[in-house]
């Protein structure tokens, strides 16, 4: 085992291999916010990468209900109940994780800490887990309060991780993490399908194909990027919660990079289980309306400020414009901008590539329409 | 004078001495003798085994690469060679209540290899999947691919009988005419395939070729010479290998021999298997 440094974590930790970080990292900000589970996402990556034999069951992407949705079956309980975690030490400037990461914790024998899901963990995704967490009484839906009855939708795709479980796990390196854009890989040419990266992976991100006989995973459409467009589940997202990009490290961030912002200015997106070790760089801003006892633990203690910063945005013309760029364009935004209310993506070259209003203009068309003298109504 | 019940004594005597000297009939030898047959096989329950001489190998774990077995599963294996015209066949014998042939998310399946040292020289390599500049060449069977070579169709219903599948795009109507372009489709969903991974069914032999020089380096063969059959017996797995006698393998030049059995049920794959070191292997 390797030392390396986790920023996420604040300390360093051990790890299979030394730190070798990409020239760039693919990352992404998912806004949990404005996710609508209407799995146009999920549809979108199904029907461009997994619709083969032995890939029935699989879902690169998907997204379940907090808290009582799991895809596969409780991926993230089961592993919080194995970890010796949540510990983190808040009183120097950035917080201090001081539990054990699955690679510090792997049993005798293991290279990592993990689990294997069976085929019935696949077999139910969003099945029943729209139900309320809590109890309504008897006229609280009218008066308009939910106290403790909270769920929110949480879109998920392999995180592309800074150090990869899945990668440490291969006994054969038959994954590998790209160089050029940190995105991680699995080689079909050499995988020979022994499920160590699925048992490794905490995100269960990684699938076995039981007729190729290897594991499959999300690729971050690595050609679409290639090409500087975002992925399938980016640009066909409904609710415009996603932005696709690269991240530096913080000591690097630029103001001008639009996940740099996010993440290290603002520091309004947060690492999925940062605790786990794995510096993973899909960021999600948290649930505004859900107890921060329960986010503090899914996205680490960052989220009472994440969450009070978002809020600030009706104020925060930057922040605000930001926002409003996630789903303007298909391109890959690495650079964005604000001249008065104009907010524009631009790429590495400094070409604009989208112009958003600050505030979208409003029309409002009276209800009689005085041109043909008739009453217009809403449905068609 | 024998009563009628002394005679029962004796006879029940005799009947249970038998039975235990039946058991212990089963004289095995130290390292692998493989002799000359008057054909190779790769039926398990052919008569020429007959002849081969038994030996019994240990198995131990693999707990020196990790990830590594902790449990030890599998106890012994039974090899039986012979030789004919070119050709070495193993008989491999092992217990294993469980058949594991349905492979899925945590459904592993059972296996079995073969390990030879590709030169016979004096210092022999690593036993654990060679060293490098001393390769080993594998040869390995799979319970679901003797499934498949048996006629097991190569479609999911065959591996979950209740699945129900809406569409493939490659069963779309206007591919249907068109074999090349509905081919193609298929293999855009599946790249291990395309890329010839020989992990990928469909399948018409049972056994991969592979060479290794230490471990995580295992790589297709060069050469696609090993056949094989498995058939389970009473309470296990019975099977054939067969491949090329080694080059320089004679009665004045033995050489060593390794074997390694994956449990399905145990979660055994790759590195997580039951092995044994080198064996001698003589040419009788
Ligand atoms: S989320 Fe899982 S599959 Fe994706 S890179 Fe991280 S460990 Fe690997
Ligand atoms: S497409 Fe967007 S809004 Fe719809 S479920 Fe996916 S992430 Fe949520």
Redesign the pocket.
Known sequence: MARVNNWQLGREMSYWYPESRPQKQFAAV?DTN?????????LACKTTWTSGKGQEYMLWNN?ETKPYGFYPLAWDLNLLDMLDGGKWNESGERPVYEGSTIFESAPAGERVLGWRPEDQDYSYPNVGEDDCAGQIDGGASIAGSHDMAWFY?L?RICNHCTYPACLASCPRGSIYKRPEDGIVLVDQGRCRGYQECVKGCPYKKVFYNAMTGTSEKCIACFPKMESGIQPQ?FV????K??MAGYLNTPENARADNPLDYLVHIKKIALPLFPQFGLEPNVYYIPPVHVPTSFTRQMFGPGVEKAIETYRSAATDMDLAGLLGLFGSSERVMTKWRRIGETITGLDDDGNILVNVPLKEPVHIRPAFDTLHQITRVNCP | MFTKKTILITLVALFLQGAISCSRAVVTTPDVQAVSAERITLDPNDKVWDAAPLHSSKLILQDLVDPRLMEASTQEVFVKAITHGGEIAFRLEWADASQNDLPGPREFVDAAAVQLPTKIEASVPAPQMGEAGKNVEISYWRADWQAIVDGRADEIAALHPNATVDHYPFQAKPLENDPNAKASAEMRYAPARKLGNNRSGPRENPVEDLIAAGPGTLSPGPNAWSKGKGVRTGNGWAIVLTRPIPEGFSQASPTQVAFAVWEGTHQEAGARKMRTGWVQMLQK
């Not at chain 1, 404005?34 to 999920?42: D, F, G, V, Y």
């Not at chain 1, 066909?236 to 609710?239: A, E, P, V, Y």
């Open positions: 998912f404005k996710c609508i589970a209407c799995q146009t996402c999920t997204v939708y879109a589940c066909n997202c409904i609710g919660i996603r």
